[in-house]
């Protein structure tokens, strides 16, 4: 659609955020709704992100997402903060409502929604998690407010930053059936065998470092289990094609991410991103990319 004067802005506020996939998805899905917006970038250094909040306003942006280092940052710098955004202490999308600014969190809605045709088969089962960083914390809100889990093992590389985490979602949601792991393989693989759904919440085996699992043994995976990764450039990781491979249900990263933008693109237009159709265009981008770099 061509920009004219009625042309609606909403866009990413980070640091860097060049290699997002956000605009692609967003001025696709406002193309096939024939909707006259736009979704531009806004590289916002951490010392202007106050200027950049009162430019939102100023310039009538409708609204933004927020990605690193802002996220956790922003919250105080807001009109209203959503209470699970607040929960879990990050912010990702803000709607600017005539001059109110609105923050949410939309990465538990593109968790839980993506696993929402699994809720009976996971509820009241473990769940184990690779990670504890800024995903982690939608993810684990998600599963204790939705999946009812019969546990939650963490595994993370700096344990007192898993230690700290359970403890604060001991406290603000009274779930108590964590346990903390060290990231080392061969202590892990009983608690991921004997759970029924697991989570990579980690880095590891995003392009183009591809090659890397967050787990190496073949023994683990099994029929009835389903493994998320939450990475999704690639769409289907190492991790992912192991475990299907010994028979368990997976599920890319490519879920969560097209789902979390539907809810920020609901949010900002009142309307439904077609899903589907935009999840097919992105996929068809991100192997033509796959391409290019293989050459
Ligand atoms: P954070 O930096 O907040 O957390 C990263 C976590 O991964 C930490 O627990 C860190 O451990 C661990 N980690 C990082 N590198 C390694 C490594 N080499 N070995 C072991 N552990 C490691 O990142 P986020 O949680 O924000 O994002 C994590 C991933 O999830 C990214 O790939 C991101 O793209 C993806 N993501 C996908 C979304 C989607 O919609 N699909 C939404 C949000 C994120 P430690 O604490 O020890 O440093």
Request: glycine fraction near 6%; avoid cysteine; charge should be positive.
């Amino acid at each position: 659609m061509e920009i004219n004067a009625e042309t609606k802005i909403v866009g990413l506020i980070g640091h860097p955020v060049l290699h997002s996939f956000s605009p692609f998805i967003h001025n696709l899905a406002f193309e096939i709704l024939g909707l006259n917006y736009k979704y531009l970038t806004f590289d916002v250094l951490p010392e202007n992100l106050k200027d950049a909040l009162k430019g939102i306003i100023s310039l009538g942006i409708k609204g933004v997402n927020v990605t690193i280092p802002h996220k956790e940052t922003v919250i105080e710098n807001l009109d209203f903060v959503s209470p699970e955004a607040r929960i879990i202490g990050a912010v990702n999308t803000i709607v600017n409502d005539n001059g109110n600014l609105n923050g949410y969190n939309t990465d538990v809605f593109g968790f839980t929604e993506s696993l929402k045709k699994y809720k009976d088969l996971l509820s009241n089962t473990p769940a184990f998690i690779f990670g504890a960083g800024g995903s982690a914390r939608a993810v684990i809100y998600s599963l204790i407010t939705n999946f009812q889990p019969e546990r939650i093992v963490i595994a993370n590389r700096n344990l007192t930053r898993a230690e700290s985490l359970v403890r604060y979602f001991s406290q603000v949601l009274g779930y108590k059936d964590f346990e903390v792991k060290e990231f080392f393989p061969p202590e892990i693989a009983g608690d991921i065998k004997s759970s029924r759904l697991i989570v990579n919440t980690t880095p590891i085996g995003m392009y183009p470092n591809s090659n890397e699992l967050p787990f190496q043994s073949d023994e683990t995976f099994h029929e009835g289990q389903i493994v998320y990764d939450l990475v999704y450039n690639p769409p289907m990781t190492k991790f992912l094609k192991l475990a299907q491979s010994k028979g368990a249900k997976v599920i890319s990263g490519v879920e969560m991410l097209i789902l979390q933008a539907s809810k920020s693109f609901e949010l900002w237009t009142g309307k439904q991103m077609p899903v589907e159709e935009v999840k097919k265009f992105l996929l068809k981008k991100l192997k033509l990319r796959k391409k290019r770099n293989d050459t």
